[in-house]
């Protein structure tokens, strides 16, 4: 499985140039998103994360340490875009609601959440950050 900072290269791929992309790696700053976007419209960080398959009996769970929990979810509480992506073998979770990142999703749920490739995922986040939809 290729490494995580390889998966959000290829999804900054395929983002229209009009969008900032910025990949974050701060090691003074614990918790902080790996990612920040911004566009015409809106902004969002996102945190993303992998595992090589969704559970299949129990909720498939990203796994953010208490202090990456906290900050996406003081972000969010301040009124900012947040998500967390979640990263497999075959398909890639998309988390928008911070009740999904702790209580996870359950298998029967999957694919209300799942998208296949990194341009799905590029695609979300546009519509989401700019008006060039």
Known sequence: MPHESARI?????????????????DPWHRGVAD?????DKADLWIEYK???QFRKRVPTKPDLSALQYQWLIDQQT???????????KTQHLILKKSQLWSKGVDPDMINAYA??????IANEITQLVSNLN
Do not use: T
């Not at 290269?9 to 900032?20: A, D, F, N, R, W």
């Open 35 to 39: 990612a920040y976007y911004s566009g």
């Open 9 to 25: 290269s290829q999804v900054h791929k395929y983002l229209p140039g009009e969008i900032l992309a910025w990949k974050i790696n």
């Open 115 to 120: 998208v296949s490739n990194y341009r799905s």
């Open 78 to 88: 301040r009124g900012r875009n947040v998500w967390v992506i979640v990263f497999s």
């Open 50 to 52: 992998q595992i090589p």
